[in-house]
């Protein structure tokens, strides 16, 4: 049986370079018998924390907040991965990315300890340049703070016009990051 994986596409273009890595990831992951679901956060209504702290008082309903998160968190419990994918927005993750990151905090705080569901966990990232190294900084310190295990990172830098990722070395990596998985 394979695996539940969530892919968190925080890329403004769904044909856009970041989407071509997470449609090759998706292609492999599937091939090999896995559950994918991806949500273009974009296209998403979804707020940014307010550090409310009321959130996990109804674990059918988490955050304290009504938005379309809704739709990811019942996903999100069940995924064994969790794909943060992301186009390089000044040196980090895209906005639309960080929010629903943040937002999953609501699930930490169903539990009485405020601990984060342990997952396995990819970054998949797209970029004009190749500074990827504070995100990439972000995302390793994940397991030491929420107990995520990285399966991989997939780092395209280079490209900026959808398309751009066509012939690239990181969509085969993608792909077959996807397939490894089973």
């Known amino acids: 049986m394979g695996k539940n994986i969530v892919i968190l596409n925080g890329s403004p273009r769904r044909r856009g370079n970041t989407s071509a890595l997470t449609a090759e990831f998706k292609r492999g992951a599937e091939e090999a018998g896995n559950n994918v679901t991806e949500f273009h956060l974009s296209s998403m209504k979804i707020n940014g924390c307010i550090g409310c702290w009321k959130g996990g008082r109804d674990p059918e309903h988490p955050c304290s907040q009504r938005d379309d998160m809704e739709m990811i968190y019942p996903v999100y419990r069940e995924a064994d ?101 089973f």
């Not at 390793?140 to 991989?152: A, F, V």
Request: aromatic fraction near 12%; glycine fraction near 8%; charged fraction near 25%.
């Open 81 to 181: 991965i969790v794909v943060l994918a992301s186009p390089l927005y000044y040196w980090f993750i895209s906005g639309f990315l960080k929010n629903a990151f943040d937002r999953l905090f609501a699930i930490a705080e169903c539990d009485p300890n405020y601990r984060n569901p342990v997952k396995e966990s990819v970054l998949i990232m797209a970029a004009e340049g190749a500074g990827f190294e504070e995100s990439v900084h972000w995302y390793d310190h994940l397991e030491d703070h929420i107990g995520w295990k990285s399966l991989g990172k997939i780092l395209c830098g280079h490209v900026t016009q959808p398309g751009d990722t066509e012939g690239k070395a990181e969509l085969e990596k993608a792909y077959e990051l996807g397939k490894s998985i």
